[in-house]
């Protein structure tokens, strides 16, 4: 769908670095949710996840997650990276799969708070 007024401005990709795309509804809606709730935090972890979506070695806000929910699909397809996640706030979450050939980070799942699945 083609923005139109009133629709949020996204930052255009840098050179060289990876679009973040949602997957899903609800990970845009949890997104919007954290825009409001952690504004710098949330624009902090746009730029760290755009422009190195799997840092080498990870740090303490972003890295892999562990076990089941390491790996991902996204549209039928096994992307062959871990699913990897951002701590915005002390429960707020980005998980996000990346798409190494076309340079796109697909958002899994962004909240305010802590996923329950984890727990």
Not at 35 to 62: G, V
Not at 84 to 113: F, K, N
């Amino acid at each position: 769908m083609s923005a139109k007024r009133g629709d949020r401005a996204a930052p255009p990709r840098r050179r060289g670095g990876y679009a973040l795309r949602f997957a899903t509804n609800d990970a845009a809606k949890g997104w919007e949710e954290l825009c409001h709730q952690a504004t710098a935090n949330t624009r902090a972890a746009f730029d760290a996840i755009e422009a190195d979506p799997c840092p080498a070695p990870p740090t303490s806000r972003q890295h892999p997650l562990k076990g089941s929910l390491a790996v991902g699909v996204h549209n039928r397809e096994p992307l062959p990276q871990w699913q990897w996640q951002y701590e915005v706030t002390a429960g707020g979450r980005v998980w996000y799969l990346v798409d190494h050939e076309r340079r796109t980070c697909w958002i899994r799942h962004a909240g305010t708070g802590h996923p329950r699945i984890t727990d």
